[in-house]
């Protein structure tokens, strides 16, 4: 699994970033939101999120893109990640980044299509989060 380290270098004790939860579960086009808390000294810090897609392609930064928004809480420290109208092409690893530091905040999430209830467990989104 990649690591953001190298793209914020200069890390500062006491900074992190953590998962507020480890498991979503969601259906395909409906929206979710991906929940990142933060714990910094700075006062104005900034906060990305980016989508990895391969090992086979760097992390993109994706607040930019039309389909993704955030909510950002300076005061209880959340920068949660809204996805709108989730779909199979949303199934990545989510990295929630701080800078100037990065402390290592990754979440995977896989989209499946919608299906018949046949396969009750198909057109679930899950998104689960793993500790670096």
Not at 4 to 25: M, R
Request: proline share 5%; net charge negative; with cysteine.
């Amino acid at each position: 699994m990649a690591s953001f380290s190298p793209l914020f270098p200069g890390l500062t004790a006491g900074d992190t970033i953590s998962p507020d939860q480890d498991q979503l579960t969601g259906t395909e086009g409906k929206s979710l939101t991906m929940k990142c808390n933060f714990q910094t000294s700075y006062d104005n810090p900034w906060l990305h999120w980016y989508k990895h897609d391969s090992d086979l392609q760097a992390p993109q930064f994706i607040l930019w893109k039309r389909k993704y928004s955030v909510k950002h809480d300076k005061d209880n420290q959340e920068f949660h990640l809204q996805i709108s109208s989730a779909a199979v092409t949303d199934s990545a690893v989510y990295y929630c980044a701080l800078r100037p530091t990065v402390t290592g905040n990754h979440k995977r999430l896989t989209c499946r299509q919608h299906n018949t209830a046949q396969h009750p467990l198909e057109g679930l989104t899950h998104f689960e989060s793993t500790d670096c």
